[in-house]
């Protein structure tokens, strides 16, 4: 069973810039595609960014050159790197795991961007 754990969420003002992280425990994590989903209320949830290798990432349109998703292998941890946010930002973030013996997500951590 994979679990996962979010941190770093906060308030913060438009420009600021906040770190999440995500630890996950359980399973094979060097395996496994990690995201990074947001969920504003009223909408569905999206993805933000995805990191398949260190090499290998995926990022939305409206984050691009703002944020940077990062993983390590040996801590089991993928981070996501947030500078210039907008209060557009402001969401329920989540972390997922998912590979082919799995897709797990993790209770959310809030970033709400206001001044």
């Known amino acids: 069973q994979v679990r996962l754990v979010e941190s770093g969420g906060g308030l913060v003002q438009p420009g600021g810039s906040l770190r999440l992280s995500c630890a996950a425990s359980?399973?094979?994590?060097?395996?496994?595609?990690m995201g990074w989903y947001r969920q504003i209320p009223g909408k569905e949830r999206e993805l933000v960014a995805d990191i398949t290798s260190p090499t290998m990432s995926v990022y939305a349109d409206f984050v691009k050159g703002r944020f940077t998703i990062s993983r390590d292998n040996a801590k089991k941890m993928v981070n996501l790197q947030m500078n210039s946010l907008k209060p557009e930002d402001t969401a329920v973030y989540y972390c997922?795991?998912?590979?082919?013996?799995?897709?797990?997500w993790g209770q959310g951590t809030q970033v709400t961007v206001s001044s």
């Open positions: 997922r795991w998912n590979s082919g013996l799995g897709d797990y």
């Open positions: 359980g399973g094979i994590f060097s395996v496994a595609t």
